[in-house]
């Protein structure tokens, strides 16, 4: 199976900066897409960003600009840089990956929390 970890999140100011990373292990052949989701307390789970293994990037209109995504197709990670972080960007974060083994399938993250003070 495959195993996604993630790691980065807490608490910061308004303003401030952080920087999530995962980590895909296991029974891996290729991983066409990977990306960051978010829920907010009391809201559904929304698209933050997605970055394919070319290299493509997509992005919410509410972090463009501010958050960039990267990734390292040799090391299965991706990772999340968030700078200006507001109040609206406190959310539980998940790593989402697109992963081609046996099968292709969608694998998630546990989650990790961002709280963004005023």
């Known amino acids: 199976q495959v195993q996604l970890v993630e790691s980065g999140g807490g608490l910061v100011q308004t303003g401030g900066s952080l920087r999530l990373s995962c980590a895909a292990s296991?029974?891996?052949?290729?991983?066409?897409?990977m990306g960051w989701y978010r829920q907010p307390p009391g809201k559904q789970r929304e698209l933050v960003a997605t970055?394919?293994?070319?290299?493509?990037?997509s992005y919410a209109d509410s972090v463009k600009g501010r958050f960039t995504i990267s990734r390292d197709n040799a090391k299965n990670t991706v990772n999340l840089q968030m700078n200006s972080l507001k109040p609206k960007d406190t959310a539980v974060y998940y790593c989402h990956a697109l992963v081609r083994s046996d099968y292709v399938g969608n694998y998630w993250g546990q989650g990790t929390q961002v709280t963004v003070s005023s």
């Open positions: 970055i394919t293994s070319g290299g493509s990037t």
């Open positions: 296991g029974s891996i052949f290729s991983i066409p897409r």
